[in-house]
């Protein structure tokens, strides 16, 4: 009786895990970085997904951004949404600021940005997102 209760323990505990598992992969999957698709990116103000989100995700987890110069940078995202600062310091120097879409956190109210700081050599050295 007791090796019976702890098999079925055994198999509990192992199908929670399994299933906690698969809810990660599916969360990454559904919510988290994405590849850049630079068509996607320019044309994102006809979905309704908001693509730049997650995007943007992967373009700083690759850290692809930094070293890059602004016009590669504009070549590769386009213009800019803002050039300058952007509020009380949320850009620290004069970069580029890039609208990704509402808020992801609750209650979304406000707007998710990517943020570009360039050095004096005009080279991306810290990209961030912030909301507003």
Known sequence: MVVKNIRVV???V???????????????A??????????????TEIT???????????LLKSRVLL???RSEIEAMLGPPTYI?????GLVKKPGF??????????????I???ALDFDSTGKVYDAHVFNR
């Open 10 to 12: 055994a198999v509990t």
């Open 14 to 28: 192992l199908a929670m895990v399994l299933v906690a598992i698969l809810a990660v992969f599916f969360w990454d």
């Open 30 to 43: 559904t919510h988290g970085p994405t590849e850049f698709d630079r068509s996607v990116w320019l044309h």
């Open 48 to 58: 309704s997904d908001y693509p730049r989100l997650r995007m943007a995700d992967g």
């Open 67 to 69: 070293g890059k110069a």
């Open 84 to 88: 300058g600062y952007l509020g009380s």
């Open 97 to 110: 600021v890039y609208r990704l879409g509402p808020e992801r956190e609750y209650p979304g109210i406000d």
């Open 112 to 114: 998710e940005y990517l």
